[in-house]
């Protein structure tokens, strides 16, 4: 089956870093006869190629901004525009497509398979994409190399440490060239050295990318490298002084 069409603003010849408009954006879940309101009416845009750092308490959305930013999951209410188009007017297959060739996800767990080493978990996104194999082979070794992990091509995670498979994590993110970046609390799982180096590790190869970057962090610490930090309080963000 062919692949569906892409509508104007999201084709393969994008530059790098989507601008973002998020517009009067609500999400709502029910549960057991509740209503829970985490995100209510956020307007938001993000220049491309800006890197933002979003911070909040505990439970106030971040982690669901994020999915639903990265169309992981929908809004209840809202729209979400990267380059001028409207990403939920996709669905299916074209959402799923657009997704894997634009966005890339870092998630606290990593999220790797275990029964892969390192050189194919990086693949893994290429091949999806319906990259050859032969490419998505020697894109995913320069990316290993560019975050230090050459010698550790056909480790699998059990074989590293937590800081080499954040690493690897980092890598297959950018497999796909994304114009979007997202991470969630990328370094949440490390310890505070080994946070410090993933996370400048992140902004720098990122910096080269250009890509659009929000990341989630519970650590004000590391949101105040950012030139840009959003609070998200009561379900709406708030700018602020890092």
Do not use: W, Y
Not at 17 to 39: A, I, M, P, S, Y
Not at 88 to 99: C, H, I, T
Not at 196 to 212: I, K, M, P, Y
């Amino acid at each position: 089956m062919s692949r569906p069409a892409d509508p104007p603003g999201l084709d393969a010849t994008t530059p790098m870093g989507v601008n973002v408009r998020v517009e009067n954006l609500n999400k709502r879940f029910h549960k057991g006869g509740q209503t829970l309101e985490v995100l209510q009416g956020i307007n938001l845009e993000l220049d491309a190629g800006e890197m933002v750092a979003v911070v909040g308490q505990s439970g106030s959305g971040k982690s669901t901004f994020l999915h639903v930013l990265g169309t992981l999951d929908h809004p209840s209410e809202g729209r979400i525009c990267f380059d001028g188009t409207d990403v939920f007017q996709r669905s299916g297959a074209a959402l799923d497509a657009m997704r894997n060739r634009r966005i890339g996800f870092i998630f606290q767990f990593h999220h790797l398979l275990p029964d892969q080493d390192a050189l194919h978990n990086v693949m893994i996104p290429a091949l999806i994409g319906g990259d050859s194999t032969e490419s998505a082979r020697e894109r995913a070794a320069a990316l290993l190399g560019r975050v230090g992990l050459s010698a550790r091509l056909h480790h699998r995670p059990g074989e590293l440490s937590g800081g080499e498979q954040q690493r690897v994590a980092i890598a297959r993110s950018l497999a796909r060239s994304p114009g979007l970046l997202l991470a969630d609390e990328p370094t949440g799982n490390l310890d505070p050295t080994t946070a410090a180096g993933v996370f400048d590790l992140l902004v720098e190869l990122n910096a080269d990318a250009g890509s659009t970057l929000v990341v989630v962090t519970h650590s004000l610490e590391l949101a105040a490298r950012f030139p840009r930090v959003l609070r998200l309080v009561q379900g709406r963000f708030e700018e602020h002084d890092a």
